[in-house]
């Protein structure tokens, strides 16, 4: 096969060709059957047996061959095509071994890109991701704008692959997708209308390795852009403002700080705190920073970067407000799930790095009981340790590196440490350090995969035993 990646009728291209999908999770089962559609004769390959994926064989409807169970990956070399979902890393031997040989790699989204008839917008970064990107479909749809949220983004239910959007997505629609570092290491010409980069904080070291390869990679969503095209970017982000220079189309800036000379920032103005952008020369005010129902400092970050997205695909300043105001939150991030004995508990269970924490601490002025910990991900807890020590009441740790959080905050002279086995101890033993008024907070800095199978089941768990705790079903003690 000669492979012509920048054949602009894309979509006949998989015509007859033999495509490989390598893995069969959300991402995959989403891929094969579109790629099978555009007449590709699709094999779906997965390390795990048929015992485990048995709930696939109807939802792939018979389209696709399915080879599963074989880590030798037979007959795989012969493919004129490799789509590998995001949870298989780039150095893994079965995409070295196909790199070698030169058969062509591509990411799910680089396939979504090349036969999308809607424009793509598109939102990167470590923290906040999900967030700005449920922002800018609210502004979308305030606007009378037909725009579907694709993409990495969980919450809430939108759990749309971004191959499958782009497959039906008419002209007039816009994909708003979230992009993760993983399914930027196989593109090529991916090149979104709109992309967005929140910030860039040290997370995945147990994929990417160094902070550096990371950055890297988030900064190959910037690579394809050109004329027409615009980036937005977070000027408060070091990582950030190192990207600045790689821009090749429009840029708009934004950040908290009125004074950081950005194109979109929060401003104090008659004693109200407003967002605000400078367009041709002229401020506009988008809306009052009150109308933001979720707390926090990052929360005004992701309302700017959202903004900024939407002011430049034409949507005014009145539709940005009532976007933002009707936005709601994100189920899993600093969702309020009960109170009890005037104590407010926080499912942040999408706070899965070091910088997520911190921010979702520094989020409360109240008093704050931390339940924190997981399966760590190469990363450094000492800046999550200083933090607990400055600004935390209690720590109760959770998980198989929670001790190495609690560790790191004794490292800083914290010691109103306690250790949960399961996620009901670690409710009570919350509860039982709280006073009225104070705030416990699940915020893990870290995966879910030590006690769960995702992040959602470890919030729908903490959520649980928090309403067994408000409806007295815990026993004798809180």
């Known amino acids: 096969m000669s492979w012509r990646p920048a054949d602009p009728n894309w979509r006949t291209t998989l015509n007859g060709k033999r ?23 699709v094999v779906v390959y997965d390390e795990r047996g048929p015992e485990e994926l048995a709930a696939i064989w109807d939802e792939l409807d018979g389209n696709c061959e399915l080879r599963l169970g074989d880590s030798s990956y037979p007959g795989i070399e012969a493919c004129d095509l490799i789509v590998p979902s995001p949870g298989v890393p780039a150095d893994s031997p079965v995409l070295q071994r196909l790199q070698a040989l030169g058969v062509p790699i591509l990411s799910e989204i680089e396939v979504a890109y090349r036969i999308a008839r809607a424009p793509i917008l598109a939102v990167t970064g470590t923290n906040g991701k999900t967030t700005t990107v449920l922002m800018l479909l609210s502004i979308l749809r305030a606007a009378g704008r037909e725009a579907t949220c694709a993409g990495n983004t969980l ?16 002209a007039d629609a816009w994909l708003v997708s979230e992009v993760s570092s993983f399914q930027l290491e196989w593109v090529q010409l991916f090149r979104p209308r709109v992309s967005v980069i929140t910030n860039i904080t040290a997370d995945h070291l147990n994929r990417h390795h160094t ?30 403002r190192q990207l600045l220079g790689r821009v090749r189309c429009a840029r708009l800036a934004f950040s908290r700080d009125p004074d950081d000379g950005a194109d979109l920032w929060a401003d104090v103005v008659s ?40 002011w430049s695909v034409g949507c005014t300043a009145d539709e940005i407000r009532r976007g933002l105001a009707n936005f709601e939150g994100v189920p899993d991030r600093l969702e309020e799930v009960g109170t009890w004995n005037g104590v407010t508990f926080v499912n942040n269970t999408m706070c899965t790095n070091v910088d997520a924490a911190v921010r979702s601490i520094e989020a409360y002025s109240r008093p704050v009981v931390l339940i924190a910990g ?14 607990i020590a400055s600004r935390v009441k209690a720590l109760v740790s959770i998980g ?79």
């Open 19 to 41: 495509v490989a999908v390598i893995g069969a999770a959300a991402t995959g089962r989403g891929a094969a059957p579109v790629l099978a559609s555009l007449g590709a004769s």
């Open 155 to 170: 919450a809430g239910g939108h759990q749309m692959p971004l191959i499958r959007a782009a497959h039906t997505g008419s």
């Open 211 to 240: 902070v550096e390869a990371y950055v890297e990679t988030k900064a190959r969503l910037l690579a394809a852009q050109g004329e027409g095209d615009t980036a937005i970017l977070n000027l408060q982000n070091q990582a950030c």
């Open 271 to 310: 004693g109200a705190r407003l967002l605000r952008i400078r367009s041709v020369g002229k401020v506009h005010d988008l809306c009052d920073a009150s109308v933001l129902r979720v707390p926090g400092e990052h929360t005004i970050e992701n309302a700017l970067a959202a903004a900024g997205a939407a």
């Open 374 to 387: 997981g399966k760590d991900k190469g990363l450094d807890f000492r800046p999550l340790g200083q933090t």
């Open 400 to 478: 198989a590196d929670g001790p190495r959080i609690a560790d790191a905050a004794r490292e800083f002279g914290f010691s109103h440490i306690r250790n949960a086995t399961t996620m009901g101890d670690a409710v009570r033993l919350a509860a039982e350090l709280s006073v009225p008024g104070d705030v416990v907070l699940l915020a893990p800095a870290c995966a879910s995969f030590d006690w769960y199978r995702s992040f959602e089941a470890r919030g729908k768990d903490f959520t649980q035993e928090v309403l067994l705790l408000c409806n007295g079903l815990h026993g004798d003690k809180p």
